[in-house]
């Protein structure tokens, strides 16, 4: 896909990542939302046994349209199973029209027929033997984005006029037909921010076009790879290329009650405490001894400062002596003090106090579904401990499990645009309230993060730090682990555990863009091995 932009531009195929379409958008209720995916979950699973050992591809072309379609024996497997998960969810008044075509993987169409040469030669490059991983996935999309124009921000924007939108990283901009046919100056348009929801002008070389995918949100993915019969004999082609250390691929999903509780949005008042109790801490609870296998529980930090009110937060919440006031609700009662002063929140930027009930709330789920975490990993970035401070004071367990400061737990540096930021020490940490593990030593010192970072040095270095975090445990009895980090650790500290490859940079950013804030993934050892699993408990899900 990216040699067809390279050589061609962009055609109709780059507007989503390939894939096969095994229905059309469908209508889900907020508060059904967490039944369907466990509707999807369970019609998989029972499914799985019968899958196809080997999806065959054959090639297909038309005058403005190349792709690859699935045999029959597949095509047939995946389009009994949507029957039957569309038969399931109707009982609760969702309609799911199964695709009827020929199921395919679109590789190009609507492209200039100058084009159409190049992209033959394109396709014939491609082995439709190889062996490959393949998922099913469960997306929404926002409605509004549904004939509209997608662009991602590559450079930051202030705001210099009231009509102005102030353009942040990492957020997108889509423009309606309506916008389109504003009447604006040259090099200027007229779009609303996918993050925030608000509207105003913005220079066009500010921002690139981008997959309307890349909005999408994940729900739910069905792993299909240990199924099938070539993915073994792929991992050892490649064991002798790479130099790297792969575990074997354990069996996809197989819990008979993968979300059993489905009723967080009708209780969603019981869990909750009231915004003015959000400092009052949980009784205290004992830490006994997980039931089962080991599990470690990946989180993204909850919602920032500087990602709602922007770049421009600290100077209008500082005065001249570096006394902080709080400009509005949902920014933080009070902030640590900081040995460089106000500016060191700029590249470490505290969380919100939606942020802090995201956490909370979160932890009070944890408990309510009886999981007692034994140990607590974090990020040095100020997020992301104070996520973990308030996850396991949501759970009661602040008073019995101390963070450990892990920095090889950081981002990928070059998101930090390959500078380590100015992180407080333990100790300040302890002073300023965060239970922090002043004697733990960093598995991955600071000084040794590289500035020029490769995504697949980041993939091995969080590979190297979650193994040696699992093996830093106690071994006589089950743990339950917290990694509290950043939205890429999700896929880096759980990928290459589970037996995949690293992603390329591109797809680790479109993976990223998708999680949201206290986004959780959930590792379960099984026999020496481990495997991605369904949390036990129900988590956010933001507007």
């Not at 969702?94 to 396709?123: G, N, Y």
């Not at 959000?278 to 830490?287: E, F, I, N």
């Not at 598995?443 to 590289?450: F, M, R, S």
Request: a neutral charge.
């Amino acid at each position: 896909m990216a040699s067809s932009i390279e050589q061609c531009g962009r055609n109709g195929a780059h507007k989503t990542f390939p894939h096969t379409t095994l229905c059309m958008f469908f209508t889900v209720k907020d508060s059904l939302m967490a039944t369907c995916v466990h509707v999807l979950q369970k019609t998989f699973d029972k499914f799985l046994a019968s899958a196809p050992k080997k999806f065959h591809l054959q090639p297909y072309k038309a005058d403005k349209y190349f792709g690859l379609l699935l045999d029959e024996k597949t095509a047939d497997w995946f389009k009994n199973m949507l029957c039957e998960f569309a038969n399931e969810v109707s009982k609760l008044d969702i309609e799911v029209e199964p695709h009827k075509k020929q199921l395919h993987l679109t590789l190009a169409f609507k492209f200039l027929q100058e084009h159409r040469h190049t992209l033959d030669q394109l396709s014939k490059k491609i082995n439709y033997q190889a062996p490959a991983n393949w998922e099913m996935r469960l997306y929404s999309r926002d409605p509004r984005l549904a004939n509209s124009e997608i662009y991602r921000v590559i450079y930051e924007y202030s705001r210099q006029k009231e009509k102005d939108l102030e353009l942040l990283k990492e957020d997108y901009v889509f423009m309606t037909e309506l916008d389109l046919q504003r009447d604006t100056s040259k090099g200027w348009f007229y779009g609303t921010s996918w993050q925030r929801g608000v509207c105003g002008l913005f220079p066009g070389n500010y921002v690139e076009v981008a997959p309307e995918s890349d909005c999408w949100v994940l729900h739910r993915t069905c792993y299909l790879y240990n199924k099938l019969e070539a993915v073994p004999q792929f991992r050892k082609t490649l064991k002798k290329k790479e130099a790297y250390e792969y575990e074997e691929a354990q069996p996809a999903y197989q819990s008979d009650d993968l979300l059993s509780k489905t009723h967080v949005y009708s209780n969603i008042r019981k869990v909750a405490k009231p915004v003015s109790k959000l400092h009052q801490q949980s009784p205290p609870l004992p830490v006994p001894k997980p039931q089962g296998p080991n599990r470690v529980f990946i989180f993204r930090h909850a919602e920032r400062v500087d990602a709602t009110f922007g770049p421009n937060w600290i100077r209008s919440s500082f005065d001249k002596e570096g006394s902080y006031d709080r400009k509005n609700l949902n920014m933080p009662l009070s902030l640590p003090k900081r040995a460089g002063g106000p500016e060191m929140y700029n590249k470490d930027s505290p969380i919100t106090m939606m942020g802090q009930f995201q956490a909370r709330l979160t932890g009070e789920g944890m408990r309510e579904e009886g999981v007692r975490l034994t140990h607590a990993f974090s990020s040095p970035s100020l997020r992301c401990v104070q996520t973990a401070q308030h996850i396991l004071e949501g759970i009661g367990a602040e008073g019995s499990v101390t963070i450990k400061i892990e920095p090889g737990l950081f981002e990928w540096m070059a998101w930090a645009k390959g500078k380590v930021p100015d992180w407080m020490k333990p100790e300040d940490m302890v002073m300023s309230g965060f239970t922090v593990d002043k004697s733990y030593k960093f598995i991955e010192h600071p000084d040794n993060l590289p500035p020029a970072e490769r995504a697949d040095d980041y993939y091995r270095r969080s590979y190297d730090v979650i193994r040696k975090i699992v093996h830093s445990v106690p071994s006589n009895s089950a743990q339950d682990i917290l990694l509290l980090a950043h939205a890429g650790s999700l896929d880096a500290l759980s990928r290459m555990i589970i037996g995949q490859l690293p992603r390329s940079a591109q797809e680790l950013t479109r993976f990223t863009q998708q999680v949201p804030y206290v986004g959780c993934c959930m590792l379960e050892e099984v026999e020496g091995s481990w495997r991605l699993s369904p949390p036990p408990f129900n988590t956010l899900v933001h507007g």
